[in-house]
């Protein structure tokens, strides 16, 4: 805020002494008019006696002269000799002044300058308050007295410029201090509005270092309007997704330690016994290894999904793009699955309507129908169905995965694709699921820019869908 007054002051300060010299110029402009039509109308009528060498008649012309010009009027030859003045002061005087020989020598119709009365110096530089100050200065202003095409005399005049130098000085001073006075209100009212501006700020800084402190709840008041109110706006609303992505890790991580505690706990039990009971029967020996083994698929499986989220969610990762047909994956999953079906007595109903040629991550799609069609059947009871249909519409593939199984209560359904989310934890133990498999589905067909959604009743079933652009390249 300070730099912001200097530099408003000092432009300030400029534009008022531009201002001033600009008046000044102009007003010296008025003066050089109005002085050079007076002299040159009396040059007119001094020509013809200054060829006749009329020394009555010159000084008659000169006092009438310096009467309506209002100042001190000296005629003079074509040496610079003065012929005539009005005060009588400088009769037979050489004047070699610059209005003079500009006029005697160079051949101008007219000149003006600045001269110092006391020592008749000419005044230097083109501000014109800059030599107003120290002494006093007066006009000399000339014009040529030509006969014939030829300059035989100039008539000069000399008049004060204290009057109007003082006008000048005056006007300088009340600007400067309208100047200051302007600057102090400014300089108050900017600070006062600095502090109503910043405080919105200074708050905002507070719980920026709260937040780097670890309180990602803190957020500020959203005061006012403009650009203040939108930037509190959106730093809560930044404050919020990043509260919200906190508790989602923490949650992540709270879940990922259980679910790979709990196979570890139950291999440390099993293999505690085989240790601890040397007298163990094989048989009984062989399920307990069994039953190690079995733990540790799943936590090879969960291992290998936490894997493949952390790859999905990083914005590194793409999408290996390849011609295809989702007609082909859905055929190899259901052939994989196949056997798991026939064991629970399970039918495949399989409509598939369209070949549906795609460019997309094959591998990818191949996880999202697999982990789609394993799902319904641990889910679905024995001597159950698992329907599964393919179509295109417009230019989206639509795979819909329906099953005959218990279905989903309905406060479980926006929760579904949420990471380690089970609607019966303890069924998906024992069916051997880590909660992971529809968050991945709904990762990758995000990354293909489509959607996954699910619709189910408790008691008849589930029905997921999932749609997929078919000219995404």
């Given at each position: 805020?300070?730099?912001?007054f200097?530099?408003?002051?000092?432009?300030?300060?400029?534009?008022a002494?531009?201002l001033?010299?600009?008046?000044?110029?102009?007003?010296f402009?008025?003066?050089?008019?109005?002085d050079?039509?007076?002299l040159e109308?009396?040059?007119?009528?001094a020509?013809?006696?200054?060829?006749r060498?009329?020394?009555?008649?010159?000084?008659?012309?000169v006092?009438?002269?310096g009467a309506?010009l209002?100042?001190?009027v000296l005629l003079?030859?074509?040496?610079?000799?003065?012929?005539?003045?009005?005060?009588?002061?400088?009769?037979?005087?050489?004047?070699?002044?610059?209005?003079?020989?500009?006029?005697?020598?160079?051949?101008q119709?007219s000149?003006y300058g600045v001269h110092?009365l006391k020592?008749?110096?000419?005044?230097?530089?083109q501000?014109?308050?800059?030599?107003?100050?120290n002494?006093?200065?007066?006009s000399?202003?000339?014009?040529?007295?030509?006969?014939?095409?030829?300059?035989?005399?100039v008539?000069?005049?000399?008049?004060?410029?204290?009057?109007?130098m003082?006008s000048?000085?005056?006007?300088?001073n009340?600007?400067a201090?309208?100047f200051v006075?302007?600057?102090?209100v400014?300089?108050?009212?900017?600070?006062?509005?600095?502090r109503?501006?910043?405080?919105?700020?200074?708050?905002?800084t507070?719980?920026?270092?709260g937040?780097?402190a670890?309180?990602?709840?803190a957020?500020?008041?959203?005061?006012?309007?403009?650009?203040?109110?939108?930037?509190?706006v959106?730093f809560?609303s930044?404050?919020?997704q990043?509260?919200a992505l906190?508790?989602?890790?923490?949650?992540?991580v709270?879940?990922?330690s259980?679910e790979l505690?709990t196979p570890?706990a139950?291999?440390?039990i099993?293999?505690e016994?085989?240790?601890y009971?040397?007298?163990?029967?094989?048989?009984?020996?062989t399920?307990?290894l069994?039953?190690?083994?079995?733990e540790i698929?799943?936590?090879?499986?969960?291992?290998?999904?936490?894997?493949t989220?952390?790859?999905s969610?990083?914005?590194s990762?793409r999408?290996?793009r390849?011609?295809?047909?989702?007609?082909?994956?859905?055929?190899?999953?259901e052939?994989?699955?196949s056997p798991?079906?026939?064991?629970?007595?399970?039918?495949?109903?399989?409509?598939?309507?369209?070949?549906?040629d795609?460019?997309?991550?094959?591998?990818?799609l191949q996880?999202v129908v697999y982990n789609?069609l394993?799902n319904a059947v641990?889910y679905?009871?024995?001597?159950?169905w698992?329907?599964?249909?393919?179509?295109?519409?417009?230019?989206?593939?639509?795979l819909?995965?329906?099953?005959?199984g218990?279905g989903?209560?309905r406060e479980?359904?926006?929760h579904?694709?949420?990471?380690?989310?089970?609607?019966?934890?303890?069924?998906?133990r024992?069916s051997?699921?880590?909660?992971?498999?529809l968050?991945i589905?709904?990762?990758?067909?995000?990354?293909?820019?489509?959607?996954?959604?699910v619709a189910?009743?408790e008691?008849?079933?589930?029905v997921?869908?999932?749609e997929?652009p078919?000219n995404?390249?």
């Amino acid at each position: 805020m300070l730099a912001f007054f200097f530099i408003i002051g000092v432009s300030f300060l400029v534009m008022a002494g531009t201002l001033t010299n600009m008046l000044g110029n102009y007003l010296f402009g008025v003066r050089i008019q109005s002085d050079r039509a007076g002299l040159e109308k009396w040059a007119v009528s001094a020509a013809e006696s200054l060829s006749r060498a009329d020394a009555a008649e010159l000084d008659r012309i000169v006092r009438r002269a310096g009467a309506e010009l209002g100042g001190r009027v000296l005629l003079l030859d074509r040496d610079g000799k003065v012929q005539s003045d009005n005060f009588q002061q400088s009769m037979g005087r050489l004047l070699s002044y610059p209005e003079v020989v500009s006029i005697l020598v160079s051949g101008q119709t007219s000149d003006y300058g600045v001269h110092s009365l006391k020592t008749g110096e000419p005044a230097r530089g083109q501000n014109m308050l800059s030599f107003a100050s120290n002494e006093e200065w007066v006009s000399y202003s000339t014009a040529g007295i030509v006969q014939s095409s030829h300059v035989i005399g100039v008539l000069l005049l000399v008049s004060s410029v204290r009057d109007m130098m003082q006008s000048l000085l005056s006007m300088q001073n009340n600007m400067a201090v309208l100047f200051v006075a302007v600057a102090a209100v400014a300089a108050v009212a900017g600070m006062v509005f600095s502090r109503v501006l910043t405080r919105p700020i200074s708050e905002m800084t507070q719980v920026i270092r709260g937040m780097s402190a670890g309180d990602l709840g803190a957020r500020v008041a959203e005061r006012g309007s403009g650009e203040i109110r939108q930037l509190a706006v959106a730093f809560n609303s930044m404050s919020e997704q990043l509260d919200a992505l906190n508790q989602t890790r923490n949650q992540f991580v709270s879940n990922a330690s259980h679910e790979l505690k709990t196979p570890l706990a139950t291999m440390k039990i099993m293999i505690e016994s085989l240790i601890y009971q040397p007298e163990m029967g094989p048989e009984l020996r062989t399920e307990f290894l069994s039953d190690v083994n079995q733990e540790i698929n799943r936590l090879s499986s969960i291992v290998s999904d936490l894997l493949t989220l952390v790859q999905s969610d990083s914005r590194s990762s793409r999408l290996n793009r390849e011609k295809m047909s989702l007609a082909e994956v859905v055929k190899d999953a259901e052939h994989r699955l196949s056997p798991m079906a026939a064991q629970r007595g399970q039918q495949f109903i399989t409509s598939l309507q369209d070949s549906c040629d795609m460019y997309a991550d094959k591998a990818k799609l191949q996880q999202v129908v697999y982990n789609l069609l394993e799902n319904a059947v641990k889910y679905t009871p024995r001597d159950g169905w698992v329907k599964v249909n393919l179509q295109r519409q417009g230019r989206d593939a639509v795979l819909t995965v329906s099953d005959s199984g218990p279905g989903i209560p309905r406060e479980s359904l926006p929760h579904v694709f949420e990471r380690f989310y089970r609607v019966d934890k303890a069924r998906g133990r024992e069916s051997g699921g880590t909660g992971l498999g529809l968050s991945i589905v709904q990762q990758y067909v995000n990354q293909h820019g489509g959607t996954v959604r699910v619709a189910s009743e408790e008691g008849q079933g589930a029905v997921f869908t999932v749609e997929l652009p078919l000219n995404k390249g």
